[in-house]
């Protein structure tokens, strides 16, 4: 099985990203981000970067914002870490479908305890 040279990059890059946000942000707008996804072109020079707030079904205003403002210091220091000709343009997209699935997974969750207070009710 072969791998695209951009796959691997957007690889590198999440988990860059991610180091990123744990270790060097300060801005409290972005401290519970997850990244989901990392999406590079093919000529390797546009990242789209997908990300879900933990406990949100959508991100505020004020983590897009956040992430606006912090999206030169990602991608300077994704030049300093990556061994990259160029480093990619960063973008940063929510990722509608993971939301959309911890949303399924919650629902289920509430029909689950619904049955099984329904059940505990009729003996």
């Known amino acids: 099985m072969t791998f695209k040279r951009a796959d691997r990059v957007a690889d590198?890059?999440?988990?860059?990203?991610?180091r990123i946000l744990v270790k060097d942000i300060m801005d409290p707008r972005?401290?519970?981000?997850?990244?989901?996804?990392?999406?590079?072109?093919?000529?390797?020079?546009i990242a789209k970067i997908?990300?879900?707030?933990l406990g949100q079904d959508s991100p505020s205003e004020d983590v897009r914002k956040g992430l606006e403002k912090a999206t030169p210091f990602f991608r300077r220091n994704l030049g300093k870490r990556l061994n990259l000709?160029?480093?990619?343009e960063v973008?940063?997209?929510f990722d509608?479908?993971?939301?959309?699935?911890?949303?399924?997974?919650?629902?289920f969750g509430?029909?689950?305890?619904?049955?099984e207070a329904d059940?505990?009710?009729?003996?």
Do not use: W
């Open 119 to 123: 059940g505990r009710e009729n003996p």
């Open 85 to 88: 000709r160029f480093v990619p």
């Open 96 to 107: 509608e479908v993971f939301a959309r699935g911890q949303r399924v997974e919650r629902l």
């Open 91 to 93: 973008h940063f997209y």
């Open 30 to 45: 972005v401290r519970n981000v997850t990244i989901t996804d990392v999406r590079v072109t093919d000529d390797l020079r």
């Open 12 to 18: 590198l890059i999440r988990e860059e990203v991610n």
């Open 110 to 115: 509430e029909i689950r305890k619904k049955e």
């Open 50 to 53: 997908y990300f879900v707030p």
